[in-house]
């Protein structure tokens, strides 16, 4: 009865790369997050979607592109991976609305690019 | 000026002892004031909720906001060794969802 879920939990690969990381929640949220935290602990957004349509666009480069293919699922393609890009990614989902819209967080995909 | 400032530094403490932790921003248009604990290798998880200026209790937990300093905290009561977590603030406007976070503070709790 996970509620939000990600897969990988782990994932090692070389610069160049290109992989994915998958979300699912099965809370009848309709908003969806995808959120980086850095060896600092330091989270910061990077993309927001409700009911599919993308409603928040951080500064990230283009090689990270997100995908949401119902209001459940959220996806993370990232092209060309850079070193830098090491790092743990959550993804979160809530209501939409003011509020105490509680944002839950899933367990994170942890990115190691060697 | 980062939107929240939150001093990160590690804070070790006996059991028994009070936490405080504290952020500062700078955006006066948050309205929502959140605390998220985070275990080691988990995803944040939300411990306190406050709108507006005021002080809300949750058992040994307590939030504070005070909007004309901007300024919240965080204390922690008959600290336990299962509080060792990092500790992060977060705020929001009432416009959307996009939570803006402190860098976290990580506490150990020492038996």
């Known amino acids: 009865d996970t509620a939000v879920s990600q897969t990988p939990k782990y994932l090692v690969t070389q610069m160049g790369n290109d992989k994915s990381i998958k979300c699912e929640q099965n809370?009848?949220?309709?908003?969806m997050y995808w959120y980086k935290q850095d060896s600092k602990k330091f989270l910061k957004i990077m993309f927001s979607?409700?009911?599919?349509?993308?409603?928040i666009n951080e500064t990230v480069p283009n090689r990270f592109s997100p995908k949401s293919p119902d209001k459940a699922h959220l996806n993370l393609h990232i092209n060309s991976l850079e070193l830098g890009d090491s790092a743990v990614y959550f993804c979160?989902?809530?209501?939409?609305?003011?509020?105490?819209?509680?944002?839950?967080f899933g367990q994170g995909t942890r990115l190691t690019v060697v | 000026q980062k939107e929240v400032e939150q001093d990160p530094g590690p804070l070790s403490v006996p059991e028994g002892a009070i936490v405080s932790l504290n952020c500062t921003y700078s955006?006066?248009?948050?309205?929502?004031f959140m605390w998220y604990r985070q275990y080691s290798r988990k995803g944040p998880e939300l411990l306190m909720y406050?709108?507006?200026?005021g002080n809300k209790e949750d058992g040994r937990f307590t939030a504070q906001v005070d909007k004309s300093s901007k300024y919240i905290s965080l204390f922690i009561r008959d600290s336990q060794p299962s509080d060792s977590a990092t500790y992060l603030c977060?705020?929001?406007?009432?416009?959307?969802?996009?939570?803006?976070f402190g860098k976290g503070n990580q506490v150990v709790v020492i038996p």
């Open positions: 955006n006066s248009a948050f309205q929502y």
């Open positions: 979160a989902s809530s209501l939409s609305g003011t509020g105490n819209t509680e944002a839950f």
């Open positions: 977060a705020m929001k406007t009432g416009g959307n969802n996009r939570l803006a």
């Open positions: 979607y409700n009911n599919k349509e993308l409603i």
């Open positions: 406050t709108y507006s200026s």
């Open positions: 809370l009848g949220h309709d908003t």
